[in-house]
């Protein structure tokens, strides 16, 4: 730990996912997530600060969510590390969703489900794993203080974004349709835990936010546009409210009438377009 700890972390994460705690809870118990992507960004990182003046106020740093959570210590921003990751659905999550172009497979919602069950037994399992070596870790997400906000920029927002995180630890940059296109794809979910302890940032190899967009980018694709049900995402972006309104609405009577449990989740957007498993443009993507 103490010669690598980055290399420790990623063990940690890595070794979590191959357990029985990473399942689609399906009868065949298969995994939610293939194997997941590490990042780290310092806490001193300028981009913090520029999240918080154009998404709201409210808006935690890490260092604010760390001194929330740890009121009696007194800790620097740049003592801490944000460990963000990216848990990729597998192939076979994928391969049924394409098929879908209204609601979402069954596979897909379970991973919405039992998939983000797991990814907060993980954030738990990461902090513990911290806390096991004398380090002091949170996960924003796991707080109580964490709650859904209203930005007067960006409209529907919390106080606490994984996206964002993740971008900031170098692992992808938006999307038309406001998902996240990492190495690994777009049809991902993301989690942070924020610790004290010093990990060599890891390199943002891009300055736009949009820089693995083909649209952004390119001016090309727009493909997420036509995978969307709901017609909530046009060539300005993606309409946050008309997207939540459906996620909440029809595809959540969908999946409990349908699949017997109660989750939300549509995610058509992510499969089916050039970005679903890789950069688009990239090499050795795997489209398949
Ligand atoms: S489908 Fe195309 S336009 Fe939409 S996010 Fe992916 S690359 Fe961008
Ligand atoms: S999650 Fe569904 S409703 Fe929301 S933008 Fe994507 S395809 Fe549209």
């Not at 990814?119 to 870790?137: P, Q, W, Y």
Request: charged share 25%; aromatic share 10%; glycine share 8%.
């Amino acid at each position: 730990m103490k010669n690598d700890p980055a290399r420790w972390v990623t063990k940690v994460i890595e070794k979590f996912n191959t357990t029985s705690d990473n399942s689609l809870m399906n009868p065949q118990n298969e995994p939610a997530w293939d194997k997941p992507l590490v990042g780290f960004a310092n806490g001193n990182d300028p981009l913090w600060d520029e999240y918080k003046r154009h998404i709201g106020d409210f808006y935690w740093t890490p260092h604010e969510i760390f001194e929330l959570t740890f009121p009696s210590l007194s800790v620097k921003p740049d003592e801490l590390t944000v460990i963000s990751w990216i848990l990729p659905q597998t192939k076979q999550t994928r391969l049924d969703q394409r098929k879908e172009n209204s609601l979402p497979s069954e596979r897909w919602a379970r991973s919405r489900k039992y998939g983000e069950e797991y990814n907060m037994k993980l954030r738990l399992h990461l902090v513990k794993s911290f806390n096991d070596e004398g380090i002091k870790a949170c996960a924003p997400l796991l707080s109580p203080l964490w709650k859904q906000m209203v930005s007067t920029s960006c409209g529907l927002a919390s106080t606490w974004s994984e996206r964002h995180a993740a971008y900031t630890a170098g692992l992808g940059t938006f999307g038309l349709c406001d998902g996240l296109i990492t190495p690994l794809g777009k049809a991902v979910r993301c989690g942070s835990v924020i610790a004290r302890i010093a990990i060599k940032a890891t390199e943002r190899p891009y300055e736009d936010p949009h820089a693995y967009c083909l649209y952004h980018s390119e001016g090309t694709c727009g493909k997420c546009i036509l995978r969307c049900p709901a017609d909530a995402i046009t060539r300005e972006g993606h309409d946050k409210n008309k997207c939540q309104q459906y996620v909440h609405g029809v595809a959540h009577e969908f999946i409990k009438s349908k699949f017997g449990f109660d989750a939300y989740g549509c995610g058509l957007c992510q499969v089916e377009v050039p970005c679903e498993s890789g950069i688009p443009g990239k090499k050795g993507i795997d489209n398949g």
